[in-house]
Structure formats: structure tokens, C-alpha cells
T-cell receptor
């Protein structure tokens, strides 16, 4: 079955460390997204990519970086510049037409904690 | 900038009762989504609303869209405990970018 795989499920980061969250999809979707969710709050867009080798900043991009070298993959790096990275991170994908029929597809999420 | 507001933020309901969750958005959009999230889990797509007057129903949940008022509602009929979850509406900001902006969410708790 097609879907989005996020790994790891849980991740612990030390102060000053960069960490990378993985997001892989086998849905052949063109667009991919990263969202951050803080406890009791909605989702905020970090970065998004509509095609390979192109991506745009979302509303809270500072302290994060991404790459889109392959259609299937959209990894998110949380850098040491992100001062409060503890949150639940969700990756999503979509493609024209599919988004209108069923909405975006979300991964199972990565819970990042600073230790 | 598109802003999406939901109310109430928290809803505690007795089983068997009816209630409505409201979602207001600030600028024109042509797509609105409703999602469900269980604690610690990902998001499950419930409804996609594409046009003014659109109404969709699945079980005890019914969603509607009024694009002129920039308002969507999620109506719960005869609530059951299994509906306890957080519900989000989300609106597409720019069609070209397909940028999805989420509301703050409504945490629904259904008790006997």
C-alpha cells in the first residue's frame, strides 16, 4: 500500500545539535510539506516543495532546512538555530487532483524532544 | 495573510447530544478540509469541501461550506464516545502553491 513513512518516531536532540527527520512517500505525489505541532495547538507550516529541487519557506522556517533531491523524499533538518524545537513534526504530500478528492496525506509523525 | 479560526477550542459533550464546530477563514479560498486527530497520532482526512453550499456526511458527522460567509461547520449528531478526538479545519491559501493553513483545532470529549 502507498503511503508516507516518517522516521524516527521519537527523536532526542541535545543542545546545539543538528538532527534530520526523514519523510519518504511512494504515492508519486508532486508536493510535500512539513508541519510543526505544539501541544494543544494547530499545525504550522515550516517548508513546502511542489517539485524536485525546489522548495519554499512556510510560516516558521527559521532554524530549519530542507532538501528535495528526489520526488519521494523531503528530509527536514532541525538546526541548532532553532531554539525551541520540542514538538510533533508531521510530513504531508499531495498532488493536483488528489488533493481535491481526498485531501492531503499525512505521515505518522516524529516527536522531537530536546534533552 | 490567511487566518483560520475555530470555535470552540474545547467541547465536552454528553453522549447522544448534538453540537456544531465552526471554522472561519479570512480570505478567499476554494478548498476546505476537515481532519481528525487522535492523541499522539497523525491526521485522518474526514471531508473535502470544494464549492459554496457543499455538504458532506459520514456517519454522525456532517460538514458544510459557505464560501460567501467564509464559514464551514462540522455538525455532530447524537455523539458517541468514539468521536472523542481533536478536529481541525484547514484551508488552501494559494491554489498554485497548495499551501494548507490549519485552524487551532477543537478538542472534543464525549462522556456517558
Amino acid at each position: 500500500d502507498g503511503g508516507i513513512t516518517q522516521s524516527p518516531k521519537y527523536l532526542f536532540r541535545k543542545e546545539g545539535q543538528n538532527v534530520t527527520l526523514s519523510c519518504e512517500q511512494n504515492l508519486n505525489h508532486d508536493a510535500m510539506y512539513w508541519y510543526r505541532q505544539d501541544p494543544g495547538q494547530g499545525l504550522r507550516l515550516i517548508y513546502y516543495s511542489q517539485i524536485v529541487n525546489d522548495f519554499q519557506k512556510g510560516d516558521i522556517a527559521e532554524g530549519y532546512s530542507v532538501s528535495r533531491e528526489k520526488k519521494e523524499s523531503f528530509p527536514l533538518t532541525v538546526t541548532s538555530a532553532q531554539k525551541n524545537p520540542t514538538a510533533f513534526y508531521l510530513c504531508a504530500s499531495s498532488t493536483p487532483g488528489q488533493g481535491e478528492r481526498r485531501g492531503y496525506t499525512f505521515g505518522s509523525g516524529t516527536r522531537l524532544t530536546v534533552v | 495573510e490567511l487566518k483560520v479560526e475555530q470555535n470552540p477550542l474545547f467541547l465536552s459533550m454528553q453522549e447522544g447530544k448534538n453540537y456544531t464546530i465552526y471554522c472561519n477563514y479570512s480570505t478567499t479560498s476554494d478548498r476546505l478540509y476537515w481532519y481528525r486527530q487522535d492523541p499522539g497520532k497523525s491526521l485522518e482526512s474526514l471531508f473535502v469541501l470544494l464549492s459554496n453550499g457543499a455538504v458532506k456526511q459520514e456517519g454522525r458527522l456532517m460538514a458544510s461550506l459557505d464560501t460567501k460567509a467564509r464559514l464551514s461547520t462540522l455538525h455532530i449528531t447524537a455523539a458517541v464516545h468514539d468521536l472523542s478526538a481533536t478536529y481541525f479545519c484547514a484551508v488552501v491559501y494559494l491554489r498554485v502553491a497548495d499551501k494548507l493553513i490549519f485552524g487551532t483545532g477543537t478538542r472534543l470529549q464525549v462522556f456517558p
